[in-house]
């Protein structure tokens, strides 16, 4: 049985320490008794320090959005693996779209970082979806196949197992438009299909995709009925900690029945 995980990607939100800690003194009591789902906040970094010393000794986990394959040296800007691990970081986010298409991340990069990030003891949550023209000419499984092939190349199966897939459409993202849970579904058992081919069905089976894409609190709990959708990565609605809240009990729901 795969359990959820839900992660909030605050994205550049919540970066002051003192406005982190409002929303999660929020979030702490009332995610509790939560017993099935998987709580991951990624503060951006200036946070992330003081965002672990508010969640300790509760069932929220704090990951990065971002980090470079590199230990350490001439990367003007640029944070590691080891720097994340020792602040006490569980999950990096890599490649999400934003980074793709602001920062201009490509496969390549990402599969590096992912490595290393896998290397490092750091959970990694991979992101990869379709732009919305892609989807319009009927390519999207296509571009799916192609990030799929090259992020997650020379990946042992143990590593892809440990490791969380965001399914995210981009088109999706940030826009108020959601996929159906049945367009969703769909591309998850594609995902799914891809991961079987190359390490077979036990360990496809093991592997947790997210879905991600303007997840909000009425429309969660039918996505997280799918079953090949183990949860989200929550964006905008990961900011306030009621319609937070709401989503990790959406999946907490789909999850018990
Ligand atoms: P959104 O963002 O929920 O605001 O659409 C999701 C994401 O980018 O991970």
């Given at each position: 049985?795969?359990?959820?995980?839900?992660?909030?990607?605050?994205?550049?939100?919540?970066?002051?320490?003192?406005?982190?800690?409002?929303?999660?003194?929020?979030?702490?009591?009332?995610?509790?008794?939560?017993?099935?789902?998987?709580?991951?906040?990624?503060p951006?970094?200036?946070?992330?320090?003081?965002?672990?010393?508010?969640?300790?000794?509760?069932?929220?986990?704090?990951?990065?959005?971002?980090?470079?394959?590199?230990?350490?040296?001439?990367?003007?800007?640029?944070?590691?693996?080891?720097?994340?691990?020792?602040?006490?970081?569980?999950?990096?986010?890599?490649?999400?779209?934003?980074?793709?298409?602001?920062?201009n991340?490509?496969?390549?990069?990402?599969?590096?970082?992912?490595?290393?990030?896998?290397?490092?003891?750091?959970?990694?949550?991979?992101?990869?979806?379709?732009?919305?023209?892609?989807?319009?000419?009927?390519?999207?499984?296509?571009?799916i196949?192609?990030?799929?092939?090259?992020?997650?190349?020379?990946?042992?199966?143990?590593?892809?197992?440990?490791?969380?897939?965001?399914?995210?459409?981009?088109?999706?993202?940030?826009?108020?438009?959601?996929?159906?849970p049945?367009?969703?579904?769909?591309?998850?058992?594609?995902?799914?299909?891809?991961?079987?081919?190359?390490?077979?069905?036990?360990?496809?089976?093991?592997?947790?995709?997210?879905?991600?894409?303007?997840?909000?609190?009425?429309?969660?709990?039918?996505?997280?009925?799918?079953?090949?959708?183990?949860?989200?990565?929550?964006?905008g609605?990961?900011?306030?900690?009621?319609?937070?809240?709401?989503?990790?009990?959406?999946?907490?729901?789909?999850?018990e029945?």
């Open positions: 049985m795969r359990n959820p995980i839900i992660g909030g990607n605050w994205k550049m939100n919540k970066g002051i320490p003192s406005e982190a800690a409002e929303m999660l003194k929020e979030l702490i009591p009332l995610v509790k008794k939560i017993r099935y789902v998987d709580i991951v906040i990624a951006p970094f200036t946070a992330i320090s003081s965002v672990i010393q508010t969640v300790e000794k509760t069932n929220i986990m704090v990951g990065a959005q971002n980090m470079y394959y590199e230990e350490k040296g001439a990367f003007t800007g640029e944070v590691s693996a080891i720097f994340l691990k020792a602040l006490g970081c569980k999950y990096v986010i890599l490649g999400h779209s934003e980074r793709r298409d602001i920062f991340e490509n496969d390549d990069l990402i599969n590096k970082k992912l490595k290393k990030a896998l290397n490092s003891d750091l959970i990694p949550i991979v992101c990869i979806g379709e732009h919305l023209e892609e989807r319009e000419t009927g390519k999207t499984k296509e571009i196949e192609n990030q799929f092939n090259r992020t997650f190349k020379d990946l042992k199966s143990k590593e892809i197992s440990k490791t969380i897939i965001a399914y995210e459409p981009i088109w999706a993202i940030g826009t108020g438009k959601t996929a159906t049945e367009q969703a579904e769909e591309i998850h058992i594609f995902i799914r299909e891809l991961i079987e081919s190359s390490y077979g069905k036990i360990t496809a089976e093991k592997v947790r995709i997210q879905y991600g894409g303007s997840i909000k609190s009425n429309n969660a709990k039918e996505i997280f009925e799918k079953e090949n959708i183990d949860g989200g990565l929550v964006g609605s990961s900011l306030q900690s009621k319609s937070f809240y709401e989503i990790i009990i959406a999946a907490e729901e789909a999850f029945e």
